[in-house]
């Protein structure tokens, strides 16, 4: 009986053995890689042996500073000697997401244009952009021998507007472009005329020369409280009456406007920019 079991023990050594030797046998050393690079195998697949090989723990690779003189020698990349040293592949790189999957609720989405804080949502004012505009004030520039202004008026096409606030003194918020802030957009009133509305963005001639901008009794002020990156709380100062109205935001074209003289010729300017109109119903 003792002699059949210590005759089982070394069958079981000699087969442990032999198996460890097999593996041995398998494993991939410096010199299988310098025989891969020598055939001319692609450092990719070079790459994607070893870190398949290293999850079976069948690598044996010598990267001292001897080893090393030894793969270069046999022109090793260095990527690869890079992972005979860690073959880890390299983590997941963490990507991020360009915009916030979900929105504060309690600013407007990150869209750029202006919004009404309806209730405890927001409505997007729909915007467009001006490229239309007419001269005015010729008759009192004709009368007055042209001493009285000329004025470039921006026209939006409609009697009135679409975007109908039921609101004597919204609050409005701003999702600015990149680079602006609120300071680059102004509140306007519209004037009604015919089927269509339009606001002065700027003078020329006369004894005062050419002038930009809106003017100032068009204007109705707000306060703008940053609230967000980009994007701004706009508090009116006062009731607004019903009417029609927009936030104008202009591109700086208008300004090219200059002055001219009696009875000479002169030049305006396009009115360009972009507009986000209202009404505020009866």
């Known amino acids: 009986m003792k002699r059949r079991v210590s005759l089982l023990a070394t069958l079981f050594l000699l087969l442990a053995t032999t198996a460890m030797s097999q593996q041995l046998?398998?494993?991939?050393?410096?010199?299988?890689?310098?025989?891969?690079?020598?055939?001319?195998?692609?450092?990719?697949?070079?790459i994607t042996k070893i870190r398949s090989a290293s999850a079976g723990g069948t690598l044996q690779f010598d990267t001292s500073v001897d080893g090393l003189k030894e793969l270069k020698a046999a022109k090793v990349s260095d990527e690869v000697i890079?992972?005979?040293?860690?073959?880890?592949?390299?983590?997941?790189?963490?990507?991020?997401?360009?915009?916030?999957i979900t929105n504060d609720p309690n600013l407007p989405p990150p869209e750029v244009g202006v919004?009404?804080?309806?209730?405890?949502?927001?409505?997007?004012?729909?915007?467009?952009?001006?490229?239309?505009?007419k001269v005015g004030g010729k008759a009192g520039s004709m009368f007055t021998y042209g001493m009285r202004n000329e004025h470039w008026d921006a026209t939006l096409d409609g009697p009135e507007s679409k975007n109908?606030?039921?609101?004597?003194?919204?609050?409005?918020?701003?999702?600015?472009?990149?680079?602006?802030?609120?300071?680059?957009?102004?509140?306007?009133?519209?004037?009604?005329?015919?089927n269509r509305?339009?606001?002065?963005?700027?003078?020329?001639?006369?004894?005062?020369?050419?002038?930009?901008?809106?003017?100032r009794d068009k204007e109705i002020a707000f306060t703008a409280e940053h609230a967000g990156i980009r994007t701004y709380k706009i508090t009116l100062n006062a009731a607004m009456k019903p009417g029609e109205?927009?936030?104008?935001?202009?591109?700086?074209?208008?300004a090219t406007m200059a002055g001219g003289s009696i009875g000479g010729a002169r030049s305006g300017g396009a009115a360009s920019g972009?507009?986000?109109?209202?009404?505020?119903?009866e």
Do not use: C, H
């Open 25 to 46: 046998g398998k494993r991939i050393t410096n010199k299988d890689v310098i025989d891969m690079v020598a055939l001319g195998v692609s450092d990719d697949v070079i």
């Open 82 to 100: 890079k992972v005979m040293i860690n073959p880890a592949p390299p983590a997941a790189p963490l990507v991020v997401a360009a915009t916030p």
């Open 115 to 133: 919004y009404w804080k309806n209730a405890n949502a927001f409505t997007r004012i729909e915007g467009q952009n001006i490229s239309q505009a």
């Open 164 to 194: 109908v606030i039921n609101e004597r003194q919204p609050v409005f918020y701003i999702y600015v472009p990149d680079g602006a802030s609120s300071s680059d957009f102004a509140l306007i009133i519209l004037e009604k005329k015919g």
């Open 197 to 215: 509305r339009e606001f002065q963005i700027g003078s020329f001639g006369g004894l005062t020369g050419g002038k930009s901008g809106v003017k």
């Open 245 to 254: 109205y927009a936030f104008f935001m202009g591109t700086g074209q208008q």
């Open 274 to 281: 972009k507009v986000y109109d209202f009404r505020i119903p």
